[in-house]
C-alpha cells in the first residue's frame, strides 16, 4: 500500500528461532497493514559469525556490529533470539533505553533479570514483551497478565520442557531405559549437545519462575525454585507408576499459599486421570487453577522454529498496534507484591520410596517405626521379593514435609538392613 507507514524491526540471531521469525514475517508481511496498520521491515540482523553459510536470507542484511542496530534510529522494535545472559541483558538495556521496544524469548534472562529489565520498559514507557521465553507456542504470559488478570491464582502446574517430556513419553510407551530414550531425542534433535539444562530440570525451572512471578503478581526468580532433573527414573519406577494407575512426568508446580510461594519443578507420579498425563512427547502443557474461572489448560508445541516464532510474532504485532496507537508500555510488570517464597523443605508432597531390604522378620516394623518417629504417615506398603535374602520394598506417604521425609529417608539409609534406596519421586 502507498503512504503506508513502515515499521523497522532489528533481529538479533538467526539461530532457530530467528530464522522462523524471518519466515513468518516474510509469510505475514502482505496482510501486516490490515493487522496492525503498518506495514513491517526487517532493517538488519546481527549474528555472532557473519561468514556463515545462510542461503534464506538477503546477505545485506547481516552483521556482526550491534552500533548497527542500536544506532539506527529508524528501528523501533528490537527482536532477541540470541539467548544467553550477556551480551543480551545489555543489549535489551539499551535498546529500551533508547525509546526501542523489545521482544525476547529468552528465558534465561527473564527468569533472572526480568525485573531490571520490566523497570528499564516501564521508565522509558516502552513495551517489553516475551510470550515466547514461556511454552514457546504456547499462549501462557499474555492469558496471565490479561485475559485472566481478574482472578486470584492459586496453582500453575506444567510440563514446560518438551525434551523430557518425550524422553518420559518413550521410557513409559516403549519400555526404553533413560539413556536409550535420551539418545533418541537427541537424534530427533530435540535434546541439544549438551543436554543439562532440559534432563536436569533447569530449562524447566526458568520458565516456572517467570509463571509463578506473573501468576501470583510476586517476583519469583530462578534461584529461588528447588529443581530435580529425570536422570534416576528407572524403567521399574514406570512399572510400578503404571501399577498404580498413573505416570511419571517432568511438572514445574507453583502454589500460593497462606505462608508462602511454594515453587519447584520435578519428576512426579501423576494420576492417568488428570489432564496433564495425556500430554506426551514433546508437547507441553499448563494446567492453571484461578478462584473465579476454575481449570484451565494450555497445550501444543513448546519449542520449535514456527512455534517458537508464532509466539514473538504475536508480540511483535501487539508492540505495533501500540505503536500505532501511542499506548506503548502499557501492561509493564505486574509484581505489586511481595510475597515470600517458601523454603523447599516446608514444603508438603507425597513421596514414592523404592528400596531394597534384607527379607527377614521385623524389617517392615523398624521401617514403619522410623517414619512414624519423624512424623511420616504412610499410605501404602508393596513389597515384591526380587532375589534371595532381598525384597523391593515400595513405600507411598501421606503429604508430609519434605524435611520429615528428607530425615527419615537418611535414617533408612543408615540401616543395616537397607541395601540400597533405589528411588525416590514424589505424587501429585
Ligand atoms: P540458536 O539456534 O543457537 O541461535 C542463536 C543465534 O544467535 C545465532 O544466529 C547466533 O549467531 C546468534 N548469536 C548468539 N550469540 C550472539 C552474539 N553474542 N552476538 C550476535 N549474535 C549472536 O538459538 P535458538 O534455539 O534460536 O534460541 C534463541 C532463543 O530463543 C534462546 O533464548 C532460547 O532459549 C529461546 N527459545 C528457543 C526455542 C527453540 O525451540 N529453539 C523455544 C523457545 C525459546 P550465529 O548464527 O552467527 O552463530
Ligand atoms: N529445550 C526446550 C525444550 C525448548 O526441550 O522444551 C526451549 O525452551
Same mark, same amino acid.
Given at each position: ?49 557473519? %561468514? ?24 523501533? *522494535? ?50 517489553? &514483551? ?72 533447569? %530449562? ?12 501470583? !503478581? ?11 532433573? *529425570? ?42 486421570? !488428570? ?13 492453571? !487453577?484461578?478462584?473465579?474461572? %476454575? ?68 524389617? &517392615? ?64
Amino acid at each position: 500500500m502507498e503512504n503506508t507507514k513502515v515499521i523497522k524491526v532489528g533481529l538479533l540471531g538467526l539461530g532457530t528461532v530467528g530464522s522462523g521469525v524471518y519466515k513468518l514475517i516474510e509469510r505475514q508481511k502482505e496482510e501486516m497493514c490490515q493487522k496492525t496498520g503498518a506495514d513491517i521491515k526487517i532493517e538488519k540482523i546481527l549474528v555472532h559469525n557473519i %561468514d556463515k553459510k545462510r542461503d534464506h536470507v538477503p546477505l545485506e542484511l547481516l552483521t556482526d556490529r550491534w552500533e548497527d542496530i542500536i544506532e539506527n534510529p529508524g528501528i523501533q *522494535i528490537v527482536i532477541e533470539v540470541m539467548g544467553g545472559i550477556e551480551p543480551a541483558r545489555t543489549m535489551i538495556l539499551q535498546a529500551l533505553n533508547s525509546g526501542k521496544h523489545v521482544v525476547t524469548a529468552n528465558k534465561d534472562l527473564i527468569a533472572e533479570y526480568g525485573k531490571e529489565l520490566l523497570d528499564a520498559a516501564e521508565n522509558n514507557g516502552t513495551d517489553l &514483551l516475551f510470550e515466547a521465553a514461556v511454552a514457546g507456542g504456547i499462549p501462557i504470559i499474555r492469558p496471565l497478565k490479561q485475559c485472566l488478570a481478574a482472578n486470584e491464582i492459586d496453582e500453575v502446574v506444567g510440563i514446560v520442557n518438551g525434551t523430557t517430556n518425550y524422553i518420559l513419553t518413550k521410557m513409559f510407551e516403549e519400555g526404553m531405559e533413560f539413556q536409550e530414550a535420551l539418545e533418541k531425542a537427541t537424534e530427533l534433535g530435540y535434546a541439544e549437545a549438551d543436554p543439562t539444562a532440559d534432563i536436569e530440570g533447569l %530449562d524447566a525451572g526458568r520458565k516456572v519462575a517467570i509463571m509463578a512471578s506473573i501468576a501470583f !503478581h510476586s517476583r519469583v526468580v530462578f534461584s529461588d525454585v528447588h529443581t530435580e532433573g *529425570i536422570t534416576k527414573i528407572t524403567a521399574r519406577d514406570i512399572l510400578y507408576a503404571k501399577e498404580f494407575g498413573s505416570v511419571i512426568k517432568l511438572v514445574g508446580v507453583a502454589h500460593n499459599t497462606v505462608d508462602g510461594i511454594e515453587v519447584a519443578v520435578h519428576p512426579m507420579m501423576l494420576s492417568q486421570e !488428570h489432564p496433564l498425563a495425556s500430554v506426551r512427547d514433546a508437547f507441553n502443557a499448563v494446567f492453571v !487453577h484461578g478462584d473465579a474461572v %476454575d481449570d484451565v489448560m494450555f497445550y501444543g508445541r513448546g519449542a520449535g522454529e514456527l512455534p517458537t516464532a508464532s509466539a514473538i510474532m504475536g508480540d511483535v504485532i501487539d508492540v505495533m498496534r501500540d505503536i500505532q496507537y501511542h499506548c506503548t508500555g502499557r501492561i509493564s510488570c505486574t509484581c505489586y507484591r511481595s510475597t515470600p517464597v517458601k523454603p523447599f523443605r516446608e514444603v508438603r508432597n507425597k513421596f514414592f520410596l523404592r528400596m531394597q531390604v534384607e527379607n527377614k522378620p521385623g524389617v &517392615l516394623a523398624a521401617i514403619a517405626s522410623v517414619f512414624g518417629v519423624h512424623k511420616v504417615s504412610i499410605s501404602k506398603v508393596i513389597q515384591k521379593v526380587i532375589t534371595d535374602g532381598a525384597a523391593e520394598l515400595v513405600i507411598v506417604t501421606e503429604a508430609v514435609k519434605e524435611y520429615h521425609f528428607m530425615d527419615a529417608l537418611e535414617h533408612l539409609r543408615d540401616m543395616e538392613t537397607t541395601r540400597e534406596i533405589s528411588s525416590v519421586i514424589r505424587e501429585y
